[in-house]
């Protein structure tokens, strides 16, 4: 049975790609044509269509807390919107695609553009039935991922492999653009319903959220997202009732799954809009309102969690207020009127300044505990130098060069001696997956904690040298010392030496397990993270009124990281996340022909921002240190883009008084708006 | 300066093999000639040509026990020879060969055809300057090295590596066979002069050697090559009065340098033809000389190492003589104008049987102590399966499957499910080279420890479910039991799933340094290897004395090997390295022209045994075992060759009464024998 548009129904295996295009298009499908849904609101309550169960319901996430309608009785205002997102695509860099070499008649190595070698590991093993020992799965380089590449290439290498198994021979299996826009996973679209109560002093007493996220045909990881919508949905705020209905529905589309954000960006548009709106019928200016709302260190969550360290919420706030002048700059937004009259004038490019602010749950969530375990490998070289391996992988993100200095600050070597052998599942144990901002974070422990054992078996080696016990000993700089005197300095480079000179064991494995996690939805409350990322978004705005168009000119990004371990890495994921953040709340839209198919299939009809495009993007850094994480270090990688979308609505309306319910803010859809309401003010 | 036909002068790298050898021939070297000696004797007193140091003595090596003078005065009967062997090429499957992968601008992959990665990635980083955890060597598969392989490989892949610098591509470098022969080292022709006493009772009472290897343009591995013929020289006997002297000698031929067997099958040869001819001289059958003579558990050998334990010496010899059945097939040899007037009689094809006894020093010597120590990596998979790595390599000798037999048994799991990961240098530490038979016994002891880790770990998980200490706990077969009372059952493949499903560490290395070894070469006297391997081979041939052409018909070959971990794989080690032996001993030889070349640069001119020269080999297993080896195991893979050649021309002996003090035992050779012994007979 095929669900929807774009489904594989068969595979081809030939000599060339030609000979494959030629096999395939001999293959003729005769469809029956059956009644498709598209809409989840429909699909909720189909009558006949039943994609996942009765109600096409595949998973339902909640928060509770309070009295939500006690909190509405006791607020001065309310308001209430619905809120509407689309589907976004990945857009890396190469398309899904990867190589399978067959070893035997029960091995099977797959090499391939992915975030999680291990999944494809367990996906190739269960589709061949091969013990998972015969199955090697070695990451080739990444152009990006964005979650694009989290679970589809299980299916990408699981196809391929099937191919090779059956034929004896490698078989590369390398997806066009078209192909991979129209038939692997995007961001979910979603529609959010939010109720927001406040008391006339501007204190936050209520919120409801109602989360539909449209799935598509499978659930895939429609579930684990929309864990994240539900627990990310109203915010980082003080509020004491709070209720949050989350649901994932089955459609006839393809299917959607991961997206940096990870169903944040959706219900946090939805949230900061909320914010906005409710400070305006206060008369607040919307930073404000959040100074006097937003989450302090000792306060507890909407579901829950005591936060009683690493908060750097208000900080992030202050910094990013100040850096963009919101002070001078902030003011009332206009009449359309008077804009319209203003752009008479000969003005017809108006400014206006918008915030978010947002916090984001690091790593995997209870609901991801199982896979919440990292592993690495470290050797130290015959000259000093070091070589060492993890499990999870280098997407684009920089982890690579964050790990190589945690792995050389806890030797004591050079940074540039330091190399990351590539990763391949037969090198450490299953990691878990290169998701939810996790890889810095976890995999840094894993290899401090190899890094310890090193060092122990370094000082007993030194330690009759410098006349001290081993245990005195430590790492200063690239020195070895007494750490009750400072005395007796023995550079790591000749401590390494002797190890190998002397035989000694010269490497390491390292394992972690996260700090423990629980969520209790029955309740709608616990603890789902072991920490939170926090973040301010400020953004400035040209609009055009006579054409819709939107101009982003600067962006204020500040992050609370814990500690930048590289602020260069953390600035530039600070850059891209912004970018693609403007891209999910300005520019791009999947669009579908009537019957599901993906119509803007390539990059030519589904627009991203280019680098003309980007505006000035100022990132802070805010440093409130995590004290389980590597340095203090907490993973934020996805945090940059989860913000953006409402800073930007939020800018236009205090450019041009108009509110925007869905995103993109296309040039398009502004416009429609502006002219909403100037027929809705006009006599 | 060039110091032999065929060393490499320059290198080109184009894009094609048809341009670089358009480019290479257009380079135009001019040499200017200058006088060349390629006979060692001639060198070692040359009074101009100086290719080494004054005297072009590389190395120098000796044992000394006792007095020989004395012990020659207190003999009945004493024996002198003069014997010589020539180079042998090593003739693996593949020529050899590389592909040097440069990343960024100082790291390089390395993937090839070799026996030690390790000793490549040193050459490779030494070469470029990069440090060494920038260079990765993956051996890739191997078919065949026998030595040839070893040292060779760090030049091969310099070079690539080197033009992938210079290049920043990629750059493969594969020789052709005739290329291969005419530039890579082979075994070393050496030239051994031997001179032993015994008494009238058949005891040996005194053993002088002079060895000369002949080691070529370079020394490379000579001064190892010659430890080992030095060592070996006295064969396994018991001597109170021994004086070895070993010289290694520069020449302006190829370099010479490792081959199974390692310098001990030239020696060996010379050891075995004096046995067999101071037997004759007593009278006695050569078999019941030897039983007299060789080593028993408690004695002490040659050069003062007391073997206490796992000296099966006798046990091969007693089986090999019952298998044979010596004891009705040997009688004296022939007078040879009988032999001719039999074959005027009809029949010109006489049969002989000839024996030897030897002894292998396993593992690296004390030379070689630095790289004694091995890593290994073990990892359980979540569906009990096994992943492991070692750097030792898999060369055709059947490591791989016996170290999964290792696995398999320490941990309990299938030998199906286990899988050896490619040897690839960033795996784990530098575990020294496949050399030396030492594969199975150090990467198995360091696979052992490895196991022994997870071992621990497994237990902790399970030791509440089976209600004992963690400490109390083993494995029996594919369960852990309580070693108190051997209840409470838990399969291994389901505490692997606990181990997994609780996030408990499922990974370990292991690390082996190898029991200590010394040498005194002052003194001559040491304990240079950990264990000895022993040998009884017997050969029968049929020798057509009108052509000289021998034919071999039956190997029986007796092995003490400690513990056959895997029979089969024994077995085939005893056939290849036999056949290979009986290559050494009747059939190959590298011709050299007047100027140094090499002339018989591939298969059709240098003759190698094929499955159709193959005689009927038959292998024995004794078992001795090591306490320290894997269940008792001791490497023994070059055995196989070492003791065919004097088996063979000590049967040859024995069926025409012609004494051969040089090998290959070629019907040329034999037939001047015959002729010389004729007119040396004839009036």
Request: charged share 20%; glycine share 10%.
């Amino acid at each position: 049975m095929v669900f929807h548009v774009g489904q594989p129904v068969a595979i081809v295996v030939a000599r060339s790609v030609r000979e494959a295009e030629l096999a395939a298009s001999a293959i003729r499908v005769e469809y029956e044509v059956l009644p498709a849904v598209f809409d989840p609101v429909e699909a909720m309550d189909h009558p006949s269509i039943h994609i996942f169960g009765e109600d096409n319901v595949c998973s339902h996430w909640q928060q509770k807390k309070g009295d939500v309608e006690r909190g509405f009785a006791d607020a001065d205002v309310i308001v209430e919107g619905e809120y509407r997102t689309r589907a976004q695509e990945h857009s890396y860099i190469e398309p899904q695609g990867c190589i399978a070499v067959p070893l035997g008649f029960d091995e099977m190595t797959v090499y391939g553009s992915m975030q999680c070698p291990f999944y494809v590991k367990r996906a190739v093993s269960e589709i061949l039935g091969y013990p998972m020992s015969g199955v090697t799965v070695i990451q080739t380089t990444t152009g990006g991922a964005f979650g694009g590449k989290e679970d589809q290439p299980s299916q990408i290498a699981g196809l391929a492999a099937l191919g090779a198994h059956l034929t004896k021979r490698p078989v590369k299996y390398l997806l066009s653009r078209e192909e991979d826009i129209e038939t692997t996973s995007k961001r979910h679209p979603a529609i959010v319903r939010a109720k927001t109560g406040a008391t006339a002093d501007g204190l936050l007493t209520a919120v409801k959220v109602d989360i539909i996220l449209n799935t598509g045909a499978f659930s895939t990881l429609g579930p684990a997202v929309l864990y994240r919508s539900a627990l990310h949905a109203a915010g980082p705020y003080r509020v004491h009732n709070v209720n949050v209905q989350a649901h994932a529905v089955t459609t006839n589309l393809v299917p959607f799954g991961a997206f940096r954000g990870f169903g944040s960006p959706q219900v946090l548009f939805a949230c900061e809009e909320q914010i906005d709106r409710i400070a305006e019928k206060l008369n607040m200016d919307p930073v404000e309102f959040r100074e006097r709302n937003l989450i302090r260190e000792g306060d507890v969550t909407t579901f829950g969690q005591r936060v009683d360290h690493s908060v750097g919420m208000m900080e992030t706030l202050k910094r990013a207020k100040e850096r963009s002048g919101w002070t001078t700059k902030w003011k009332p937004a206009p009449n359309i009127s008077l804009v319209i009259e203003g752009s008479r004038k000969g003005s017809h490019l108006w400014r206006g300044i918008g915030a978010s602010t947002i916090f984001y749950g690091v790593g995997l969530s209870s609901s991801g505990e199982q896979e919440s375990r990292t592993g690495a490998y470290v050797q130290l070289e015959s000259d000093g130098s070091v070589t060492f391996a993890v499990g999870t992988t280098e997407i684009g993100q920089g982890m690579m060069t964050v790990l190589s200095q945690i792995v050389a600050a806890e030797l004591g070597v050079d940074y540039e001696r330091v190399r990351m052998a590539p990763v391949d599942t037969s090198r450490v144990p299953d990691s878990g997956p290169t998701v939810a901002s996790r890889s810095t974070t976890f995999s840094g422990r894993a290899l401090q904690d190899a890094c310890k054992k090193l060092r122990s078996l370094m000082f007993e080696k030194v330690a009759p040298r410098i006349g001290s016990a081993a245990s005195e000993l430590k790492i200063e700089g690239k020195f070895i010392v007494c750490s009750k005197d400072n005395e007796g300095k023995i550079p790591v480079a000749d401590a390494i030496k002797i190890m190998h000179e002397e035989r000694g064991q010269v490497s390491a494995v390292g394992w972690d397990v996260a700090p423990p996690k629980f969520y209790d939805n029955e309740i709608g409350q616990g603890k789902p993270y072991v920490t939170y990322a926090w973040c301010t978004n400020i953004v400035e705005v040209e609009v055009d009124v006579e054409t819709g168009t939107t101009e982003i000119k600067d962006v204020w990004a500040a992050h609370d990281v814990g500690k930048a371990i590289n602020p260069q890495t953390v600035e530039g994921q600070i850059e891209g996340g912004s970018l693609q953040g403007l891209g999910f709340g300005r520019y791009e839209e999947i669009v579908f022909s009537p019957d599901g198919g993906v119509l803007s299939n390539n990059l030519s009809t589904y627009v991203i921002p280019t680098t003309l495009d980007a505006p000035n993007i100022y990132p802070i850094i805010v440093e409130s240190p995590w004290e389980e994480g590597p340095y203090g270090a907490k993973g934020f990688g996805e945090q940059p883009l989860m913000g953006i979308a409402p800073a930007v609505t939020n800018a236009i309306y205090n450019a041009i008084g108009v509110r925007l319910n869905e995103v993109p803010a296309t040039p398009k859809r502004v416009w429609k708006e502006i002219q909403g309401k100037m027929r809705g003010s006009s006599p």
